[in-house]
């Protein structure tokens, strides 16, 4: 099947298989975790479960990481 007939086949679909399109092409980019990674990400989940409060927002970060590698 050509890129152009996938094109046109898209809005043949429903809202759950484009998703599942989406999601399955952007697997293709990025790859699975390792099983020693998939563990180390379930290790910090289940820390942050436990206490919620510990996390740092998204910008709090992005702010003290730019004032420390500023030059």
Do not use: I, W, Y
């Not at 050509?2 to 952007?26: I, K, M, W």
């Amino acid at each position: 099947m050509s890129f152009a007939e996938v094109l046109q086949e898209l809005p043949t679909l429903t809202v759950s298989e484009r998703q599942l399109l989406v999601r399955c092409a952007l697997d293709l980019d990025d790859p699975a975790l390792s099983p020693a990674d998939e563990a180390l990400v379930e290790k910090r989940l289940a820390v942050h479960r436990k206490n919620p409060a510990s996390a740092v927002p998204g910008e709090t970060m992005k702010a003290r990481l730019r004032s420390q590698f500023k030059k």
